[in-house]
């Protein structure tokens, strides 16, 4: 059984600095995808990684995978306060269903 | 580009009614997929639909929970006899292709039940 586990779950960070989120999975994986839900809202989609070493940047938020560590880290740089947010991450592997962790919530101070 | 809708956005119902929750995928889009989310949780997955058939239905409770997708029409999610641990936000995706392939979620369904 596909299992995904995200940490920190919940993260404050001052504004300016940067960090880490890190998503392990436990079985080989086709797909990874880092999702951003605010409160009260739905899901977008931020990245998507398919293949080892594969890394995604958007503006101060930078994905990448290591498929054979099974692990995925979102990194934030020089954070604002429109980053705060919760932050997904979500494995398919083969004919499955899209698997979610438990999310990382994450506080931008002043 | 309508994206997929849900509704209703916000649903009470007392103990014991039934729910109906609605979901109309992207167009072209004939993969439908249900997920709840609980407070502080991540989501959990219930069940994948094709056009008139369930393909996955392992994350369905067994009893009271039903799942469809019409030829014409929404996808449409059926809880009876719901009971207050039902409250969650329900969340459909659609996607062109099978599993796990360029999901795109609606803004999904806020259950209560008092």
């Known amino acids: 059984e596909l299992k995904v586990e995200q940490n920190p779950l919940f993260l404050s960070m001052q504004e300016g600095k940067n960090y880490t989120i890190y998503c392990n999975y436990s079985?080989?994986?086709?797909?990874l995808y880092w999702y951003r839900q605010d409160p009260g809202k739905s899901l977008e989609s931020l990245f998507v990684?398919?293949?080892?070493?594969a890394v995604k940047q958007e503006g101060r938020l930078m994905a990448s995978l290591d498929t054979k560590a099974r692990l995925s880290t979102l990194h934030i740089t020089a954070a604002v306060h429109d980053l705060s947010a919760t932050y997904f991450c979500?494995?398919?592997?083969?004919?499955?269903?899209?698997?979610f962790g438990k999310g990382t919530r994450l506080s931008v101070i002043a | 580009n309508a994206g997929v809708m849900q509704n209703p956005r916000h649903l009470v119902r007392r103990r014991g009614q039934e729910a109906r929750l609605r979901c109309s995928p992207v167009?072209?889009?004939?993969?439908v997929y249900w997920y709840r989310q609980l407070p502080e949780e991540g989501l959990k997955f219930m069940v994948y639909?094709?056009?008139?058939?369930?393909?996955?239905e392992s994350g369905m409770p067994k009893e009271r929970f039903s799942a469809e997708f019409p030829k014409e029409g929404p996808s449409i999610l059926r809880i009876q006899q719901v009971v207050r641990g039902d409250s969650a936000a329900y969340f459909c995706?659609?996607?062109?292709?099978?599993?796990?392939?360029?999901?795109?979620f609606g803004s999904g369904t806020r259950l209560t039940v008092v």
């Open positions: 995706a659609s996607s062109p292709q099978g599993y796990g392939y360029g999901y795109t």
């Open positions: 079985t080989t994986s086709d797909r």
């Open positions: 990684l398919l293949s080892n070493g």
């Open positions: 979500a494995v398919n592997s083969g004919n499955t269903p899209l698997v």
């Open positions: 167009k072209g889009h004939s993969h």
């Open positions: 639909l094709q056009k008139e058939n369930i393909i996955d």
